[in-house]
């Protein structure tokens, strides 16, 4: 199975901040790469897929990068509503896996 | 509006059974891949089991020989019939739908709310 790590694990931020996760994997996954924002409570989100292809409705404040083993998601200046915890999971190959998420918390 | 809506979801005594529903609206289950995905408490988000457009199905390692995944074209609904239920299958389970981009590279579009399962004596 292919092994997703992030980091950090947690951050905290203040609004209006610029906010990187990476994202990597344990083999090369190209650019099989999505990543998701999961609120209490409520359906995970898709924000970015193919590692740097914005969802249709997706604020432009979210980006991504990376191709191979190593990736990023950078929110350019954290609104209120962004803070979340936030996912990367391959889809290169099943069991497609998650990393163990980067909780973003406010500062 | 494409949507998902899980339900079933229960408390369940270990070695017990449940089937989880997935029902479709906007969209045809049988042109599209599906997935389930849990959450154990204060844990990450972890994929259990993938119908594909063709049938083929796939499951994650700790659910094999105890989870099925199936589908109902007539009432555009997929089910994940779980037995030998254990305290550690206890989780809030998500529906997906995947979309597809490129090259088939496929990702969870459209997900529900969840539904609760509850493994405990």
């Known amino acids: 199975d292919i092994q997703m790590t992030q980091s950090p694990s947690s951050l905290s931020a203040s609004v209006g901040d610029r906010v990187t996760i990476t994202c990597r994997a344990s083999?090369?996954?190209?650019?099989?790469l999505n990543w998701y924002q999961h609120k209490p409570a409520k359906a995970p989100k898709l924000l970015i897929y193919?590692?740097?292809t914005l969802q249709s409705g997706v604020p432009l404040r979210f980006s991504g990068s990376g191709s191979g083993t190593d990736f990023t998601l950078t929110i350019s200046s954290l609104q209120p509503e962004d803070f979340a915890t936030y996912y990367c999971?391959?889809?290169?190959?099943?069991?497609?896996?998650f990393g163990q998420g980067t909780k973003l918390e406010i500062k | 509006e494409v949507q998902v809506v899980e339900s079933g979801g229960d408390l369940v005594q270990p070695g017990g059974s449940l089937r989880l529903s997935c029902a479709a609206s906007?969209?045809?289950?049988?042109?599209?891949?599906i997935s389930w995905v849990r959450q154990a408490p204060e844990k990450g988000l972890e994929w259990v089991s993938v119908?594909?457009?063709?049938?083929?199905?796939y499951y994650t390692d700790s659910v094999k020989g105890r989870f099925t995944i199936s589908r109902d074209t007539s009432k555009n609904t997929v089910y994940l019939q779980m037995n030998s239920l254990r305290a550690e299958d206890t989780a809030i389970y998500y529906c997906a739908r995947e979309g597809i981009a490129s090259a088939g590279l496929y990702y969870f579009d459209n997900w529900g709310q969840g539904t609760q399962v509850t493994v405990s004596s």
């Open positions: 906007g969209f045809t289950v049988s042109n599209n891949y």
């Open positions: 083999q090369t996954i190209r650019g099989y």
């Open positions: 193919a590692a740097s």
């Open positions: 119908i594909y457009a063709g049938g083929e199905r």
């Open positions: 999971q391959q889809s290169y190959s099943i069991p497609y896996t």
